[in-house]
């Protein structure tokens, strides 16, 4: 697979597609709805039988393919707080030589109801302050999210609305992991895809 944007004429990329899955490193953080994006990349570093994770970037980052004869991805686990995420993705990108546009980001969004997954290349950052990050230290907007909805509370409240994202969910376990499977089902769609389902909405 030629990569747009590959490092010298006729080189390879180390990677096709970076894949990150954001959320807030330690255990106070886990299983909250604000680190839903890291439990999808560690289902598709499990699906894809990964290697386990180095330490680098500023992150967790394993590399491999997503199946024999697949795309070549890497996966990583920023391990800076979410509103610094971007330098830690930033230079992995670099490193890897992976274009803007084979950059997938996978968030929790608190505007689609739980239990929606939606795609997007491009867009703001409605206010999620890893999604600022990366967009600053990526140089632009241009990157695919996978968008994980996990609903919002009944009130504007930024105490009340950063308490909710902050929280556990109260859905079943079983809502929880039907969500996680569903965007990680969305990612491979995207990757293996060739970006074919770009721009769709998932449910």
Do not use: C
């Amino acid at each position: 697979m030629r990569l747009r944007g590959s490092r010298g004429r006729g080189a390879a990329a180390p990677a096709d597609w970076l894949v990150v899955g954001l959320g807030n490193p330690g255990t106070r953080y886990a299983a909250t709805r604000h680190n839903i994006g890291f439990e999808v990349a560690s289902l598709l570093t499990d699906r894809w039988d990964l290697p386990k994770a180095k330490k680098k970037f500023n992150g967790l980052i394993t590399e491999g393919r997503t199946g024999p004869g697949g795309p070549r991805v890497a996966v990583l686990l920023p391990q800076t707080f979410m509103n610094e995420s971007g330098t830690s993705v930033g230079p992995a990108r670099g490193s890897l030589g992976v274009p803007l546009d084979h950059v997938v980001v996978l968030h929790d969004e608190l505007d689609i109801p739980f239990g929606e997954v939606r795609t997007r290349l491009g867009g703001g950052s409605a206010g999620h302050n890893g999604l600022k990050s990366l967009t600053q230290q990526l140089g632009g907007p241009d990157f695919h999210r996978i968008r994980i909805g996990v609903g919002r509370p009944d009130s504007t409240d930024p105490q009340i609305v950063s308490s909710f994202v902050l929280g556990r969910f109260v859905e079943s376990k079983t809502q929880v992991v039907e969500l996680i499977e569903a965007a990680a089902r969305a990612a491979e769609g995207l990757i293996i895809q060739s970006g074919d389902s770009a721009g769709t909405e998932l449910s």
